[in-house]
């Protein structure tokens, strides 16, 4: 669920409204989001724990005079632990210089964080703060660009430095910010190469009253071989997030997923999206995508298939699969 403080008719930003006002109204709020990990460098990197929480992010508007007059605080944690901070930062927003256009934001963190937790509830510790407390975060600006009733951008270039490790490795991170959507990405490479070394999504919390219900047939082949193919599992799921476990019978331990319109990076397209995981390694072994409104889709491994179609919901009945493709045409799939 996204909660946003106020009507959220007067968050959208409204046509002609300069970005940097648009963007000062449109970001407050509380976002509740589900965080995946879809790659990590080691099998259980400890600053991401578990492959999926549900994450909490709290935007306020502060005042503070002596670093200028569009300023916000951000503060992230795990939705059940508002006290233990993951990430506390004051957000100075101001209109990108030409060439550029839009919004550019400068990060600053805290050189004591836990002093000024929910500082924006806190008007005697916000009054208390000066320039000495806080640290401008080296190249981690991000670059906001307007697109109807939503803000897209992120970091640029390899200089800002994963703080967590050594200078070789630096962060990539995107941001989409709108009214009914909010989502991240932030993506860890190595700064020789390229080499994508971590990678963690977070996005919309679901709701379950405009989810649609799909059933999943998965047969297997032990050999690969398509005529050896034998049912394995029906599973049921939820197009904003849901999720089923099963094994096959040589004791593979798989998850998929689908997703519709809570998926972050469909912004300019909507679409469903099937992604078959390993849930231990956090890792997506296959995906599958087709038009948002398809009523089937699929994955095709060879020694494993899947395939979902959406229940009707006037009869609770699958729609049926045409030929042995089933909505060929539609469906893209690839394996990672």
């Not at 009914?180 to 700064?191: H, K």
Request: aromatic share 8%; charged share 25%.
């Amino acid at each position: 669920m996204l909660l946003i403080a106020g009507v959220a008719a007067l968050l959208a930003a409204a046509p002609g409204e300069p970005d940097l006002a648009a963007l000062e109204r449109l970001w407050p709020g509380i976002r509740d989001s589900t965080e995946q990990v879809l790659a990590a460098a080691d099998a259980s990197p400890p600053a991401w724990g578990d492959s999926e929480q549900r994450i909490r992010t709290v935007v306020s508007k502060v005042s503070l005079p002596w670093l200028g007059p569009h300023v916000l605080y951000l503060e992230e944690f795990l939705h059940d632990d508002p006290e233990n901070m993951r990430r506390q930062l004051l957000l100075q927003l101001e209109a990108a210089a030409p060439p550029a256009v839009g919004v550019r934001v400068h990060l600053w963190s805290f050189r004591d964080p836990a002093r000024w937790v929910h500082l924006d509830r806190r008007a005697h510790q916000l009054e208390q703060l000066s320039a000495l407390d806080v640290a401008p975060v080296q190249g981690c600006d991000l670059l906001l660009k307007r697109e109807a009733e939503q803000f897209t951008g992120g970091t640029s270039g390899r200089d800002c430095i994963d703080t967590r490790s050594r200078p070789t490795r630096y962060v990539e991170y995107q941001l989409l910010i709108g009214e009914e959507l909010y989502w991240y990405r932030r993506r860890v490479l190595l700064r020789a190469g390229d080499e994508l070394l971590e990678e963690v999504i977070g996005y919309n919390w679901f709701e379950l009253n405009e989810a649609r219900l799909f059933t999943c047939r998965i047969d297997w082949s032990g050999s690969g071989k398509l005529s050896d193919r034998q049912p394995l599992v029906r599973l049921e799921l939820q197009d904003q997030g849901g999720r089923a476990r099963f094994s096959t019978p040589d004791g593979r331990k798989l998850e998929l997923a689908l997703h519709s319109q809570d998926w972050p990076f469909t912004s300019d397209r909507d679409a469903l999206i099937l992604l078959l995981q390993d849930p231990v390694q956090g890792a997506v072994l296959a995906s599958a995508w087709a038009e948002i409104d398809a009523e089937q889709i699929s994955i095709d491994l060879g020694w494993l298939q899947v395939r979902c179609g959406s229940l009707d919901p006037d009869s609770d009945e699958l729609w049926s699969w045409s030929g042995a493709g089933a909505g060929a045409g539609t469906v893209r799939s690839w394996g990672y």
